[in-house]
């Protein structure tokens, strides 16, 4: 999902990644606190004191928004669901789920999970405040615990509201959900939510633009594009799912395979079996057993005034180079193949059973699926 994100520690066995814009709108919210926030209320500090109640309030905050996806995280995890990652980026974090919740009881405990505990942070911080107030000898750092409690409720309250990807309009939709049985039509409407609420944000910041507020009016606008994009995202990607629900690789799969023997050379690779059939992606076979791939990628490496001597056995992909992620097997679902494919930016994966190849699979035969499939008209089948 976010491919610009560097892995920073891991927490019960999740990845905890920051997006690069990360550091962008860590920089816009110290920069606030010191500049801003903290020398209106707390004047007579000096300049470095205020850049460390900046810094600090910062940071935690954001340790407020890793807790907030580690409650969704955790809720996922207790219903059977994989979380392998939470990213920190621009608008915030996501807890990334392996897979969609698949009823919508456990949507709309996956969902409620992060507002509630923004709450319970809020309330923990406001009752931190009031104690620091008595015991601590100056007003710095009852303010700071205030603000924080302030930021939390705000962050639950914004996040409540019933337009999705929002928690609250993934509350919606669990809602909408259970009523219909339909998790395809529950999502449309949420979404619709989602859009309209966009929409608005948008035109606040547009009208705020014109009223001079210009980095408040472009955040609202960045801020409701980002709504916009993933509401429909998120629809798109069930859809498919829906659609591709009952296929299999093997039914979507191209059966017959240009392979290569691994003593062939590159330049015979290229003139003889890539070149005449126009094919990238070759996997490499020997007596009938796949031992791995070779494609474009690996033959740029390569220069050119030495393909003649050099043999397809010295520098083909092996299938445990590259953690098998080019190999799926033919019972696997469809999704799962689309899902490896978005997730790793393999184009073609090998179709093998016991190592013995029986087709290949490309996203371009996904997407001309897809395509027929919409354009038959054929209607997804509601999650159950």
């Known amino acids: 999902m976010f491919s610009n994100s560097t892995t920073v520690l891991r927490i019960f066995d999740i990845e905890i990644r920051l997006a690069a814009s990360w550091f962008l709108i860590a920089a816009l919210i110290t920069w606030s606190l010191a500049d801003q926030v903290f020398p209106a209320d707390l004047p007579g500090l000096t300049s470095a004191q205020y850049l460390v109640l900046g810094v600090?309030?910062?940071?935690?905050?954001?340790?407020?928004?890793?807790?907030?996806?580690?409650?969704h995280a955790m809720v996922a995890r207790g219903f059977g669901i994989a979380v392998p990652r939470i990213t920190l980026f621009l608008f915030g974090g996501v807890a990334e789920l392996g897979e969609e919740p698949d009823t919508a009881r456990h949507e709309f405990w996956i969902a409620i999970a992060g507002p509630a505990m923004s709450?319970?942070?809020?309330?923990?911080?406001?009752?931190?405040?009031g104690?620091?107030?008595?015991?601590?000898?100056?007003?710095?750092?009852?303010?700071?615990?205030?603000?924080?409690?302030?930021?939390?409720?705000?962050?639950?309250?914004?996040?409540?509201?019933?337009?999705?990807p929002l928690d609250g309009g993934?509350?919606?939709?669990?809602?909408?959900?259970?009523?219909?049985?339909?998790?395809?039509?529950?999502?449309?409407?949420?979404?619709?939510?989602?859009?309209?609420?966009?929409?608005?944000?948008?035109?606040?910041?547009l009208l705020t633009l014109f009223q001079g507020g210009s980095l408040g009016g472009a955040w609202q606008i960045l801020v409701g594009l980002f709504i916009i994009l993933a509401a429909r995202g998120t629809l798109q990607g069930l859809r498919t799912r829906m659609l591709l629900d009952n296929q299999t690789v093997a039914d979507l799969m191209v059966p017959n395979v240009v392979t290569t023997d691994p003593t062939l050379s590159?330049?015979?690779?290229?003139?003889?079996v890539m070149l005449p059939n126009r094919v990238s992606f070759v996997p490499?076979?020997?007596d009938g057993v796949l031992l791995g791939h070779i494609d474009t990628k690996v033959l740029a490496m390569i220069d050119r005034e030495n393909w003649p001597n050099t043999q397809v056995d010295d520098v083909f992909i092996g299938l445990g180079d590259d953690g098998d992620s080019h190999v799926i097997g033919p019972d696997a679902p469809a999704t799962?193949?689309?899902?490896?494919m978005t997730e790793s930016g393999v184009r073609k994966l090998v179709v093998a059973?016991?190592?013995?190849?029986?087709?290949?699979?490309?996203?371009?035969?996904?997407?001309r699926v897809l395509h027929l499939l919409v354009d038959l008209k054929m209607q997804p089948q509601p999650v159950p």
């Open 266 to 272: 590159l330049a015979d690779l290229v003139n003889r």
């Open 170 to 205: 993934r509350v919606l939709r669990a809602i909408l959900w259970a009523r219909s049985g339909d998790a395809l039509s529950a999502t449309e409407t949420a979404t619709r939510m989602g859009e309209f609420l966009g929409l608005g944000l948008v035109a606040l910041g």
């Open 119 to 129: 709450v319970a942070l809020a309330f923990a911080f406001w009752i931190a405040s």
């Open 336 to 340: 799962l193949a689309l899902q490896r």
């Open 284 to 286: 490499v076979v020997e």
């Open 353 to 367: 059973r016991d190592r013995r190849i029986v087709g290949v699979l490309t996203l371009s035969d996904l997407t």
């Open 131 to 164: 104690l620091a107030l008595i015991l601590a000898g100056g007003p710095a750092i009852p303010l700071l615990l205030s603000y924080l409690a302030a930021l939390n409720l705000i962050l639950a309250l914004f996040n409540l509201l019933p337009a999705f």
């Open 56 to 71: 600090v309030g910062m940071l935690l905050f954001f340790a407020s928004l890793l807790l907030h996806e580690l409650a």
